[in-house]
């Protein structure tokens, strides 16, 4: 395991959303550490069940997935947010349109009830690695616990629950409906 972005971050486009990450969060945020481990989730995801993933979507997927909780980036419904604001920011760096849907659909889709693998095995994957790192490993997804354990240990969860909770306290003060059409989306 890989327990920093900074290794991880080896093309323009993974650079640019961890950095536009660290902008709205802060450095050395819970909600870095958090994306750490959904990647890492996700990866090992995929891996067990033998999906075949892009890498670099992966990884974009997992950075940017929560990025419509922060002002910067929120109009709305904070997963639609998210993935419009990974649509502007992929088209800037000239990936296909079928790429940057995908990794839209990961952020968007991410608080999904029902399976989502058919827009994409990342999709699913980071759907799956999302409940699982805010479940703390109660959700596992199949995963083994002990490496959950090993993972949290690694990538601390330090100042997560502070940080959702005034992120989505304060989304909720300032536009009540957002939180609620997260699950209120055509399929």
């Not at 395991?1 to 902008?23: E, S």
């Not at 419009?84 to 990961?106: D, I, K, T, Y």
């Not at 997260?182 to 399929?187: A, C, E, H, M, Y």
Request: proline share 2%; hydrophobic share 45%.
């Amino acid at each position: 395991m890989n327990d920093d972005f900074d290794t991880l971050a080896k093309t323009a486009v993974v650079a640019g959303a961890l950095a536009r990450l660290r902008t709205l969060a802060g450095l050395d945020s819970g909600m870095e550490r958090h994306c750490l481990r959904v990647l890492h989730i996700a990866g090992h995801i995929a891996g067990d069940r033998s999906w075949s993933v892009d890498g670099e979507v992966l990884t974009v997927a997992a950075i940017l997935h929560d990025i419509g909780l922060y002002d910067a980036a929120s109009r709305g419904v904070y997963t639609a947010d998210g993935a419009l604001f990974a649509r502007e920011m992929l088209s800037s760096h000239g990936w296909p349109q079928a790429r940057v849907e995908l990794c839209a659909n990961a952020i968007e889709r991410h608080h999904e009830l029902r399976r989502q693998l058919r827009y994409g095995a990342e999709v699913e994957a980071i759907r799956l690695a999302d409940r699982v790192d805010l479940s703390n490993g109660m959700l596992s997804a199949g995963l083994d616990r002990y490496w959950l354990r090993a993972l949290t240990q690694e990538i601390p969860r330090v100042g997560l629950v502070k940080e959702l909770t005034w992120l989505i306290g304060r989304m909720m003060r300032r536009r009540p409906g957002s939180l609620l059409g997260i699950f209120r989306r055509p399929s």
